[in-house]
T-cell receptor
Framework: EDQVTQSPEALRLQEGESSSLNCSYTVSGLRGLFWYRQDPGKGPEFLFTLYSAGEEKEKERLKATLTKKESFLHITAPKPEDSATYLCAVRPAKGGSEKLVFGKGTKLTVNP | DAGVIQSPRHEVTEMGQEVTLRCKPISGHDYLFWYRQTMMRGLELLIY????????DSGMPEDRFSAKMPNASFSTLKIQPSEPRDSAVYFCASREMNYGYTFGSGTRLTVV
């Protein structure tokens, strides 16, 4: 069964304190790993898609990396506005499905 | 573009009543997805459509749930009869082939 596990469940950082979020996955072939940001009361907002091991993508203070079993979302010198829940999802290759399988997320709080 | 539009934003209903959630996808997107989000289970796919045709409804919990997409610009998710355990946030998302998934702001459903 396709599964995504994110850790930690919650993370508190001081402004400027860099850290990483983890997304471990087991999937029947990978056709993309997705990172989303979700603010309270809103829908998930797309951040990145990674397709193959070794791939990296960056956006402002965020960098996503991918290996064959996990992905990391690195946050460099975070600001309070980076506080949100970060969701990881995989798109399995089996059957050519377009569904995304999501982890439960990491709730990040950045204190000023 | 106004993004994916969902209505209503909030719905409170009594157990046993029929509930209809509505979604307008982004124009030109040929896939539409319905997800449900709860604290316990996170985001789970209920059903998705391609060019208005249901492709995978394996996530629909039971016969009380039904979804339709009568045309490219409108979809509904109906629950009849509703139960307290159906309380959750329901998200609609759409995507264009080979591009990212865009989520709406969700409908928060409370069944009392």
């Amino acid at each position: 069964e396709d599964q995504v596990t994110q850790s930690p469940e919650a993370l508190r950082l001081q402004e400027g304190e860099s850290s990483s979020l983890n997304c471990s996955y087991t999937v029947s072939g990978l056709r993309g790993l997705f990172w989303y940001r979700q603010d309270p009361g809103k829908g998930p907002e797309f951040l990145f898609t990674l397709y193959s091991a070794g791939e990296e993508k960056e956006k402002e203070r965020l960098k996503a990396t991918l290996t064959k079993k996990e992905s990391f979302l690195h946050i460099t010198a975070p600001k309070p506005e980076d506080s949100a829940t970060y969701l990881c999802a995989v798109r399995p290759a089996k059957g050519g499905s377009e569904k995304l399988v999501f982890g439960k997320g990491t709730k990040l709080t950045v204190n000023p | 573009d106004a993004g994916v539009i969902q209505s209503p934003r909030h719905e409170v209903t009594e157990m046993g009543q029929e509930v209809t959630l509505r979604c307008k996808p982004i124009s030109g997107h040929d896939y539409l997805f319905w997800y449900r989000q709860t604290m316990m289970r996170g985001l789970e796919l209920l059903i998705y459509f391609n060019n208005n045709v249901p492709i995978d409804d394996s996530g629909m919990p039971e016969d009380r749930f039904s979804a339709k997409m009568p045309n490219a610009s409108f979809s509904t998710l109906k629950i009849q009869p509703s139960e307290p355990r159906d309380s959750a946030v329901y998200f609609c998302a759409s995507r264009e082939m080979n591009y990212g998934y865009t989520f709406g702001s969700g409908t928060r459903l409370t069944v009392v």
